[in-house]
């Protein structure tokens, strides 16, 4: 493989759902992934009901291209987390602008999955879904910074009103 090798992919769907602020209180916050009818049939998602979570592998499709440092920064511009480099956070700002979320899946409707805690926005495009399996779940002790605790102590909160 070449190190300069590209390629392009067609999303699976799309979301429907939440609009506005993207930093938190995901809690609850019910979206729908919209597979895309004209390049599947409801065979695509048989068995899909087994599960209780999904994994969603997605474009951060309203990232500016122009905001990619590859550099180290401040999560979230806060100076009191230590600077990271671009591997070392999950933001939007990205190489490729890939995302990844688990979420729970509530139903199964024809090729519309009802999901609740995917922390992507309507329109988003879905380039993957595949169901959690707890087999592939982290092995042996889990760890990661400090800051990351405290970054994201609110962001599965329940929205206001919720």
Not at 11 to 37: A, K, Y
Not at 80 to 86: A, Y
């Amino acid at each position: 493989m070449a190190q300069n090798e590209s390629f392009e992919v067609t999303p699976v769907g799309f979301v429907e759902g939440r609009t506005g602020s993207t930093n938190g209180e995901w809690g609850r916050t019910r979206s729908v992934i919209r597979i895309d009818g004209d390049r599947f049939t409801t065979d695509s998602v048989a068995g899909l009901e087994e599960f209780s979570h999904l994994e969603i592998v997605f474009r951060f499709h309203l990232a500016d291209p122009a905001d990619l440092n590859p550099g180290v920064q401040h999560p979230r511009g806060n100076p009191d987390w230590p600077e990271v480099g671009v591997f070392s956070h999950r933001n939007w700002n990205r190489p490729n602008w890939l995302g990844v979320s688990r979420c729970r899946l509530i139903d199964v409707d024809g090729l519309d999955l009802h999901v609740e805690e995917l922390d992507a926005v309507d329109g988003t495009p879905v380039l993957d879904i595949k169901p959690w399996f707890t087999d592939f779940g982290p092995r042996g002790e889990v760890r990661q910074a400090a800051w990351t605790t405290e970054m994201l102590g609110d962001y599965f909160a329940s929205p206001p009103g919720a």
